[in-house]
């Protein structure tokens, strides 16, 4: 059954055909991105294909990295010198790494195995470990995401095992950290996402204590806490910037950003839906017009 998922205005239907997975492919993803061109690179806990790459359309066009990772969590396709590029983030071998779009190694960020001081125990890698962080630590212990400034510097979210963001510059130097465990602001519990906004602000999503938005001061940085939705943030097509990928649940979907609490409705919608597959969310007919959403329809549905 497709499920609708959303309420009032925004409404919204899963098209589960939409990824044209091979028989012998097993997939289990962890994060997506999208290329300039709109490919959809599946970041996959997969050891022998965990970067898979679907057209627009969810064609499978290939994958790359057999044996490099332990335990995919993130990865962005972003534009450095007029290509574009991987970053992806291992969240248990405390790594970051920055790809050709077809697998060639070019940087790394992180030494492998090395796990900061959190007061989390050094075996511990389980999805609860964020409980036992008792302050927060350098780079890194467990870290979940990376989102790129204008000027080219990096933001790392450093959540299963530690409780902060960290900041370095665009040659990968790094440069700062903030965060403590709890949940005042300028705290975080499992900081899980980051995404830089268009007006440079740095949004956190603490997968315990929702979205966390820049308001006041904490180490030279403007923060704000605001109820926001779930524990993802996406990257939006560029083709189509009113949907966005979105990996959760074992399962990719492609959603509109113009919902404004999409991936609550949609992660409470899956939440109990085990089996790996990807998804396409469309919206449902517009109540003040009969089109679908599309850009010039977006106004007045925000």
Request: include cysteine; glycine fraction near 8%.
């Amino acid at each position: 059954m497709d499920p609708i998922v959303g309420n009032g205005k925004y409404t919204y239907k899963v098209d589960e055909t939409w990824a044209h997975v091979p028989e012998w492919l097993e997939l289990k993803p962890a994060a997506v991105s999208v290329d300039s061109e709109d490919r959809v690179y599946c970041f996959n806990r997969n050891d022998a294909h965990p970067v898979v790459i679907f057209d627009p359309d969810g064609k499978f066009v290939g994958s790359w990295g057999e044996g490099l990772f332990r335990f995919p969590h993130a990865i962005r396709i972003v534009q450095e010198n007029g290509r574009d590029v991987a970053w992806v983030c291992d969240e248990h071998l405390q790594q970051f790494y920055k790809f050709t779009t077809d697998g060639k190694l070019l940087q790394t960020i992180g030494e492998r195995g090395h796990r900061s001081d959190t007061g989390v125990p050094p075996d511990d890698f389980a999805s609860s470990a964020w409980q036992k962080v008792t302050h927060g630590g350098g780079p890194f212990n467990l870290p979940t995401d990376i989102a790129f400034a204008p000027d080219g510097a990096m933001f790392m979210t450093d959540g299963y095992g530690n409780a902060r963001v960290h900041k370095f510059s665009a040659d990968a130097k790094y440069l700062s950290s903030w965060g403590e465990p709890g949940t005042a602001p300028g705290q975080f519990n499992l900081p899980h996402g980051v995404w830089i906004d268009r007006r440079g602000r740095v949004l956190v999503a603490d997968r315990m204590t929702d979205v966390r938005v820049p308001e006041h001061r904490v180490a030279g940085h403007d923060f704000w806490d605001r109820d926001q939705a779930g524990d993802e943030i996406g990257m939006p097509l560029r083709a189509d910037p009113e949907r966005t990928p979105w990996g959760r649940a074992a399962k990719i979907s492609l959603l509109h950003i113009v919902l404004n609490r999409a991936k609550q409705h949609i992660g409470n919608a899956l939440r109990d839906r085990n089996e790996a597959q990807c998804s396409v969310f469309r919206p449902l007919p517009c109540q003040r017009c009969p089109a679908l959403i599309s850009p010039e329809h977006a106004a007045h549905r925000r």
